[in-house]
C-alpha cells in the first residue's frame, strides 16, 4: 500500500522523486480526504489540481468509475463546463455505456445547441444500452433488487442551478423526484430508461435480476408511449410486484381526471378539454381556431396551458378572446393544449389556498396548507406573502398534525375514498375547500415533488416531510417479497 501510495503521488507529480509515504492511513480514507481535497480545490477554480487528486483517488481504489462521477458532479457545480464535457469524453474511452456520462454530455448539447440536437445524442446511446446499474453500497447484502424505470419519449436532461447558485443536471418532465423518498443506496438499483420499446428487445433488456419494478414514469402527456411499452414488459413479468402499475397512471392526465372525478358526489374538477392545434392553422385563421376552443363550452375566464407542463409552466388565466388569440400566436410550434373551466375559490377571508396530500400505499400524508393572494396558488410565494401571517402558519402547523380537524372528518374521508378509483400506491392531489364543502382538485396525478426546501425555512414541516420519506420507504420494503429475483 505505501509503496502504491509512493509510486503514485510522485506519477500525477503530487510530489516529487525521493518522497516515500508514511504508514498509517487505511487506503479508503485516503482516497476520501483526496475526493474532498478535490471538491474543496474545484470550488476554488484551482481545476488542474483539483483533477490530479481525483485522478490519484481513482487510481487508489477499486471503483474508480465513482471517483470520476464525483469529479464531474464538482466540475458541474461550478460551471466549468469545457472541462467538464472533456472529462466526461475521457470516461466514454474507458466506460462507453456510462450513462452519467452521455446525460452530461446531452444536457451540455441542449444548453449550447438546443434541444433537437441533444435529443439525438441521448436517444441514440439509449437505442443500444437503456440500464444504469448502482450497487447497494455500505452493506455487505442489498436489501432488495429494483429495477427503476423511466421514459425518454419526451424527457430531457438539462443544466439547472440550485438555490445555493451551484449548477446540476436534472431530468425534466414525466417523472416524480425520489431523491428525498428512496434511500436508494440500500438497494441495487437497475435505472432503466425506455425508449422505442428498447426494454423488450433481447440485446438492450434488462441484464440484471430484479425483485421490484419502481415505475418513476408519472406524465403520459409526455411518456406515454414508454407507460405502454412499461405495460407489454410487464406482461412478461407477471410476478414481479410493481410500484404505480403503468395503466393507472394512463388515467391520470387532466381532461382523463375530469371525466372519472367529476362525478363523484362531493368533489368537483374543472372540464377539461384536450386541443391539438397547429401553428400552420394558427397563423391562417387565429380567429377561427379561437372560436373551434369557445365552442368547446368555455367562457371567459378560463385557463389554457400546453399539456406535459407543471409549476404554472405555460398557464394562463384569459380574459377574453383577444388574449386567447394571443396565446395562440405566441405558440413556437404545433402543440397540444388544455383548456380549463376557471372555476372561482377565493375564501370568505379573501384569500387562495392549496392543500396538498400524498397518497402512499392508500394512507394519505399532509403536505402543505398554502395560503396565497393570488388565484395560481405557487410554493415560492409562502417565503414572502404567507410567512407574514401568524395565523396561516398555525393553520397549516395544525393541518400537518392533523388534517381532519382543520377539514373536518368527512372531507377527509371523502380525499381517502378517491384511492379505490386512482388505484395507484404512490400519488398527490392538490385541492381546495368550496363554500359548499365540495372538493375542488385542481391535480392528481404522481407527478408530485418531493423535497425538504420549505422545511429549511418552515422548520415545522421537517417531522411531516420525513414521514412521507419514511412511508415511502416502508412501502418499498412491504414490496420487495421473499422470492428468487427473476
Known sequence: MDKKVTELYIQHELADIGFEAKPGIAQETLVAVLIKYGELLSQTRQTALACRQFELAADLTEKPLHVWHQFCSALLAQGEFEILEQTCQHILETYPEDHNSHATIAALIEKNDGIKPAQWYMKSFLRRCGENFIPASGLEKPAGKLLITYGYENTRYVIGRRNNGDFKRVRKGGHYMLDHLLEDQKYDTNHYTILDENILKDKTAPSRPFNLILNDIADPDLELRSLETLETFLEEHPSIPVINAPHMVKETTRDSNYRRLNEVPGVRFAKTERID????????????????????????????????????????LLQDKGALEAYLLALQEDATLYAIEYIENK???????????????????????????????HGSNRKTFMK???????????????????????????IKALQDIVQLDFWGLDLTLMPNGDILIFELNPAMRHSFDHAKTFHYMVPHMQAIKDAFGRMVERKLVEKTAV
Open 388 to 414: 407574514s401571517y401568524d395565523w396561516m402558519l398555525e393553520r397549516e402547523q395544525k393541518f400537518l398534525n392533523n388534517p381532519p380537524s382543520v377539514i373536518g372528518e368527512e372531507i377527509y374521508n371523502r
Open 277 to 316: 392545434v397547429r401553428k400552420s392553422d394558427i397563423k391562417k385563421d387565429v380567429a377561427q381556431i379561437a372560436e373551434t376552443i369557445l365552442a368547446l363550452g368555455y367562457s371567459f375566464p378560463f385557463i389554457i396551458r400546453q399539456t406535459g407542463t407543471h409549476t404554472a409552466v405555460s398557464t394562463e
Open 347 to 377: 375564501s370568505d377571508e379573501g384569500h387562495y389556498s392549496k392543500i396538498r396530500f400524498f397518497c402512499i400505499d392508500g394512507t394519505l400524508y399532509p403536505v402543505v396548507y398554502h395560503t396565497d393572494q393570488v388565484w395560481n396558488v
